[in-house]
């Protein structure tokens, strides 16, 4: 989408080149940004400064210059990120898309969905629930209904298996001190 309302064809041309130039360094960036040899070298730096304290005597300039360095590049990264994450949406959603269109009975009404209000998602997802009830389901909440007591079953199976080890634990416990204090009598 063009960012300038000029009409002409330098305009669009301009505009074109100044996203896909955007597009291309922040997907370098990206990659260059999300590697273990970035997080390290950041690493090195936080510790770099850190050190540097005692030579600054701590000073204001030098706290500023980790304050004013972590903002800059945050600041930056926040627009990267955005980019990053808006063409992921963008590629995923096709795919979704591309896939009911391509299922024989799929409602293909259903490819426009990141464009409805949120009103109108509501209203689809309250559909869906009750078709999933007249088919012995209750569709989402159902699903998230069995999850949770699979994990409380899951929990509760962990606490019993934990109170069964402490419970033995203690039993052994006893029955040594019962054992050594009949050795200790006679």
Same mark, same amino acid.
């Given at each position: %989408?063009?960012?300038?309302?000029?009409?002409?064809?330098?305009?669009?041309?301009?505009?074109?080149? %100044?996203?896909?130039?955007?597009?291309?360094?922040?997907?370098?960036?990206?990659?260059?940004?999300?590697?273990?040899?970035?997080?390290?070298?950041?690493?090195?730096?936080?510790?770099?400064?850190?050190?540097?304290?005692?030579?600054?005597?701590?000073?204001?300039?030098?706290?500023?210059?980790?304050?004013?360095?972590?903002?800059?590049?945050?600041?930056?990264?926040?627009?990267?990120?955005?980019?990053? *994450?808006?063409?992921?949406?963008?590629?995923? *959603?096709?795919?979704?898309?591309?896939?009911?269109?391509?299922? *024989?009975?799929?409602?293909?009404?259903?490819?426009?969905?990141?464009?409805?209000?949120?009103?109108?998602?509501? #209203?689809?997802?309250?559909?869906?629930?009750?078709?999933?009830?007249?088919?012995?389901?209750?569709?989402?909440?159902?699903?998230?209904?069995?999850?949770?007591?699979? #994990?409380?079953?899951?929990?509760?199976?962990?606490?019993?298996?934990?109170?069964?080890?402490?419970?033995?634990?203690?039993?052994?416990?006893?029955?040594?001190?019962?054992?050594?204090?009949?050795?200790?009598?006679?």
């Amino acid at each position: %989408m063009p960012l300038s309302n000029n009409n002409s064809l330098g305009g669009f041309l301009t505009d074109a080149i %100044m996203e896909e130039t955007f597009r291309v360094l922040a997907e370098r960036i990206s990659n260059i940004v999300g590697t273990s040899w970035s997080f390290m070298i950041a690493i090195g730096l936080v510790l770099l400064w850190a050190i540097t304290g005692p030579l600054f005597g701590f000073s204001d300039t030098w706290q500023l210059v980790i304050n004013t360095g972590t903002t800059i590049i945050t600041f930056l990264m926040v627009f990267l990120i955005q980019n990053t *994450q808006n063409r992921e949406a963008v590629s995923v *959603q096709l795919k979704l898309d591309e896939l009911l269109c391509a299922m *024989q009975g799929a409602r293909t009404e259903m490819v426009n969905l990141d464009t409805l209000s949120d009103a109108d998602l509501a #209203r689809l997802k309250k559909e869906f629930e009750r078709l999933g009830k007249e088919n012995g389901s209750d569709s989402l909440m159902s699903m998230d209904a069995e999850m949770t007591s699979r #994990r409380r079953v899951h929990r509760s199976d962990k606490k019993a298996s934990s109170a069964v080890s402490a419970e033995s634990t203690t039993e052994v416990k006893v029955s040594r001190a019962t054992s050594s204090s009949d050795r200790k009598e006679p």
